[in-house]
């Protein structure tokens, strides 16, 4: 066996973890930060400065050990190693929005004197902040180093259009572009970075690859879990801008994109930017013809009765706002001419999956006998992403014995089966990227701004028009009929997510 190519000793850095208490900094990035430390793909000289409100370095050290041990894989058996972890922490109280207060964080900087340390702004708090601690920064001087500093921020980016632009000014009116890294999770699963290794490193794909074998791609992110404990956030957002903007179309933009001159971070973005500018874009009196939209009553989901959108707390009792959605989407070049992109996605679904299905087109010719079955089940390539991680080729198969009979099989490739090995999370992938400088699976100004742009015509008419029909479907279904006639008005239905086997032990 081939040993693995030796990754390059990361230089010191210091990373200021605005909202240190908050939920986004327990839960997620604290716990693949150290998961990437008991990994030994920390830099060797690391430096966290949590920063927040009334904050200790007692309170920070507990808070964070709890969501260690809560979230991180190994962090329930690892007390020994978050100790040592631990050493590396200091805690800052800070006003986000005093500017006098980030000469505080200016002086607690000062100590590393190394021209080659690496300093990281993560920013794990609301978008409201994002300005102030931007501004805040560039106010002491802690922007100036291009070359040594970076900034991360968070989705979500503005609510529309507008907001965003104005949260890019400000972050480009103090940093660089390449200093900013804009975090989307999605990016940093196995199976969405395995989309370009599947279609760039293997020949037998690239061939087919284009509106003449393809007759659609669906792209399905399902949730069984309700708006939980996100019903301030969701009631401003809705499925549309928490997932589709920026989850859907990056997927969309990886099936989609021409193959990169080189794997480069701006090549590959580049490719992915064209995607988007290539949509036909959707004029507002087309919108029902090109979007769904749906809210979730009652229903079962694994012998529960669960409660209505509108019945959760904190949401509104006549609510509006989307838990589904659902968009077609045509990529007007050369390679995906009128061939449909499908997306959608929704909470209180039947399954939490998340997939992306590559239709191909049927036989010209169909010389077997109708009842035999070849076209019962349509030959398709699914790349799965949760809750399994990956590869369904699905085709045509004869059964043994006679008389003739054709039946679907499946031909598949799971990540558990073929490394032995878990999958890292998300965050920890894109935290040791971010930490090694490479921007690759991070989201660009005029990306983000591209996606926007596309979505804002349906945006803005459905807010001019409210649902009449809300809730429109069950929890525990797939969704609302809107969704079923999206594609049904092109001769075409969704298909069943596709689930792989669970793997030997």
Known sequence: MSAEPAETALPPTQFVLFGALGDLAWRLVVPALFDLYLAGRLPKQFHLIGVDREITLERLAERLGDGVRRFSPRGAQAAAEWTQFTRCLSALPMDLMDAAAYASLRDALQGAQDDTVIRIYYLAVPPRLIAPVASGLAGVGLQQDPAHTRIVVEKPLGCDLQSFLAIDDTLHEHFAERQIYRMDHFLGKETVQNVLALRFANPIFEPIWNRRYIDHVAITVAEQLGVGH?????????????????????????VAMEPPVIYDADDIRNKKLDVLRACRRIRPEDVPAFAARGQYASGWLQGELVPAYRNEPGIAPDSTVETYAAVKLLVDNWRWQDVPFYLRTGKRLAQTVSEISIRFRDVPHNAFPAMTGVNSQPVRLV??????????????????????????????????????????????TLLYDLLAGDATLFMRSDQVQAAWELLMPIIETWLANPPPDFPNYAAGSWGPEAAELLVARDGRAWLTPTYLPQPRC
Do not use: W
Not at 386 to 408: C, M, N, T
């Open 383 to 428: 790349m799965q992403i949760q809750p399994q991680e990956g590869v369904i080729i699905k085709f045509i198969a004869k059964e043994p014995g006679s008389p003739l009979r054709l039946r679907p099989v499946d031909m598949h490739f799971s990540y558990a089966e073929a490394f032995e090995r878990p999958s890292p999370s998300a965050y920890e």
């Open 230 to 254: 996100r019903a301030g956030y969701y009631e401003t957002a809705g499925a549309l801008r928490d997932m589709v903007q920026n989850h859907l179309l990056q997927l969309m933009c990886l």
